[in-house]
């Protein structure tokens, strides 16, 4: 056997045994086995915000929570393209500066397009 794939199968079961070990653990060692899963005061109490709970734990919130932070998202990872491509900037040829000017008049119009919806508005 090549000594690179040995490291790598090694590598690969060490993973998996500790991933089994932990998972071992977890169920034997767990809060159900234990009788610590019923809800007391201390659950039930004021948490960091420092306000009363209030209404039931699993109640529906606006879809907006989830698009801001998908927008977030989006522009973060634009952040994270740009700034390699910004590195070698002067390294590039034409072909590469227009595909980057490509990706940044398509999120442009996705921007236009979330601004022009409401997207941005808080209500």
Known sequence: MNPE???????????????LLLVFISFTLGNSRIGLTKPDSEKSSIYECGFDPFGKIRTPFTIKF?????????????????????IVFNQLNLFSFWIV?????????GLAYEWIKGGLEWD
């Open 66 to 86: 989830v698009l801001v932070g998908i927008l977030f998202m989006i522009f973060d990872i634009e952040i994270s393209f740009l700034f390699p491509w910004s």
């Open 5 to 19: 794939f040995k490291t790598i199968f090694f590598s690969t079961l060490l993973g998996v045994s500790i991933i």
């Open 101 to 109: 000017y490509t990706f940044l008049i398509v999120l442009t119009i």
